[in-house]
Structure formats: C-alpha cells, structure tokens
C-alpha cells in the first residue's frame, strides 16, 4: 500500500510539472511573436521614414530643374482617393444646403407663374355672342347724275348733305376673330344747283337716297386691356338703293319734273371700331364705317362715310 500511494503521488507530481512547463513555455512563445511583430512593424516605419524623405528630396530637385514632378505611387494613390471623395462630400453638402420644398409648394409655384399661362382671348372675357344696335352720322362723296329734260341730256353733280343711319349686327366670336351679320338703313339729302334748260329756265334738284343694306362681315380684335379693345372688319352683302330727285323752277318755284331709280346692287365696307365693356356685359362702341355701293341706271357710284356710336351686349 505504501508503494502504490508513493507512485501514485509521483505520478501527479510528474503531470504537474508538464503542464506548467507547457504553460511556461506557450507564455514564453506568446512574448517573442509580439517581440517579432513590434520589431517588424518599427522596420517598416523607419522604411517608410525613409521612402518618405527620399521622395521629398526627389520632387525638390525635379522643381529645381525645371521638369514636371512625378509624385510616388502612394502619393498618387492618396489623391486619387482624395479626388473620389470630394465630390461625394461636395454634393451632400450641397444636397445639405438645399431647402425642402414640398410638393404642392412647387406645383403652386409653376401654375401661377404668368410666364406660362397664356393671355386669354376676347371670347374667354367677353362671350361667345354679342348684338350691337348703331346710330350714325352719314356723309356721302359727290357723285352724278344723268337724265334727259325736254330732249336735253343732261348730267349734273349732286351736292350730299348729312344724314343718319340706323342699324343692328349680332355675331360670334372664336377666339379673337369674330363674325357678325347686320341690317343697316342710311338716308340722306341731296341737291342741285346752277342748272338752266336752254340757258333761259334756271331750275334746282332736291332729292333723297335711301339705302337698306344687309351685309355679312369677318373681323379681328386686338384686345388693349380688359376693357378696351380695337376692332377691324370686311364686309360683303346687298343694298337696296333708292334715288329720287324731284326738278323745279328757281324763281316761281315750278315743278318740272321727277327722275327715280330704284335697284338692288352689291356693296362691300370696311370698319373700324374700339369697344368699351360696361358692368353686367353691356358694351359700348364707336367706329367708322366706310361703304361703297355699286351704280344705279342714272347715278354713280357712291362712296359713304359713317360714324357711328352702339350700345350692345355680350352673352
């Protein structure tokens, strides 16, 4: 029993010996690898030292000489990295600087800008319809007149004077351009004067024109501001022109004579006019009418001259 405990202890003593001497010597291991790495890593930072000064010295001697420097690989590698992450930096900062619009912000903005929206027409502001009734002032051109008066053939100037005119046009606009159809009455007086039969009877003439004209017309408006506007036309239509002219003596007033023509021609015109819009769609209007109505039998052309003021309504 002795023998068995003795070598029981010298075999606990023996195993642990070899653990600690294996401890020992993984402990010692331990320390020369870290020695090893630290010796290594001061060889290559005095290296790198060294490179380093090398380098210096070689660009300030290329700059001396006057030849473009040619920086190391790890200097080149350096800037490149810079030069790659300046522009990420740049522009989250400047996403950064940049203020937060929300939607409905901007579409506002756009939609209200009157760089965009384009002005609108004379029929988005007035309507699409319109009717005008006109009273005018008329002046007529001279023309003649030929008749015969006791076998004499004779052709006098007729002397107009003033008259008036009366008139309505409804029409309908498309966009700035408009269309309108009208019926217009024009009188007015006319006369002759200095006239003798044979160089014995002097006599005079008073007669009358009347004209019933229907028309259609094609025009255009410039639209000044909201309320004011400028409007031109071209008409084409049909007058019904009536001249009658009746002849009587100077001195005891003796009537002699009548010569009436009375025949449907065609006429054209051409108009000018500004507009006013008034409050509740009510306009005014005053404008120039030139009129040109074609020849009858026994007198001439007549070229007209109307002023006229309307008073009318846009629906």
């Known amino acids: 029993m002795r023998f068995k405990g003795f070598y029981l202890f010298t075999f606990a003593f023996f195993i642990h010996s070899i653990c600690f001497s294996q401890i020992d010597n993984l402990d010692s291991s331990r320390s020369a690898i870290f020695d090893r790495l630290e010796a290594r890593a001061k060889s290559l930072a005095s290296r790198m030292d060294e490179i380093m000064v090398s380098s210096d010295s070689t660009d300030q001697t290329i700059f001396n000489e006057g030849t473009p420097p040619q920086p ?15 522009p990420s930096i740049s522009s989250t900062s400047d996403s950064l600087a940049e203020p937060f619009v929300p939607p409905h912000e901007s579409f506002k903005a756009d ?3 009157e760089d965009f929206l384009p002005p609108p027409t004379v029929q988005e502001l007035k309507g699409d319809y319109y009717i005008v009734p006109t009273l005018g002032l008329a002046l007529s051109s ?12 004779e052709s006098k100037d007729l002397d107009n004077e003033l008259g008036f005119s009366l008139g309505v046009r409804g029409g309908m606009r498309f966009g700035n351009f408009y269309s309108d159809i009208g019926i217009k009455y024009t009188s007015l007086d006319f006369n002759i004067y200095g006239a003798t039969i044979g160089n014995s009877f002097p006599y005079i003439g008073d007669g009358i024109l009347d004209l019933l004209k229907f028309d259609a017309r094609l025009g255009y408006t410039f639209q000044i501001n909201d309320s004011l ?8 239509g049909l007058a019904n022109r009536k001249n009658t002219i009746d002849i009587h003596t100077t001195q005891s007033n003796f009537y002699i004579g009548s010569i009436t023509s009375n025949e449907s021609v065609l006429s054209y015109d051409l108009t000018f006019s500004l507009s006013y819009d008034l409050a509740n769609n009510f306009m005014a ?26 008073v009318g309504a846009n629906f």
């Open 72 to 86: 190391p690989s790890v200097s080149l590698a350096r800037e490149e990295k810079v030069s790659i992450e300046e």
């Open 111 to 113: 939609d209200n800008s």
């Open 142 to 153: 001279r023309s003649t007149v030929s008749y015969v008066l006791n076998s004499i053939p």
């Open 229 to 236: 506007a400028f409007n031109s036309s071209v008409g084409f």
């Open 285 to 310: 209007t005053l404008g120039y009418n030139y009129v040109n109505v074609a020849k009858i039998s026994q007198f001439s052309a007549l070229n007209m001259h109307i002023f006229e003021l309307g």
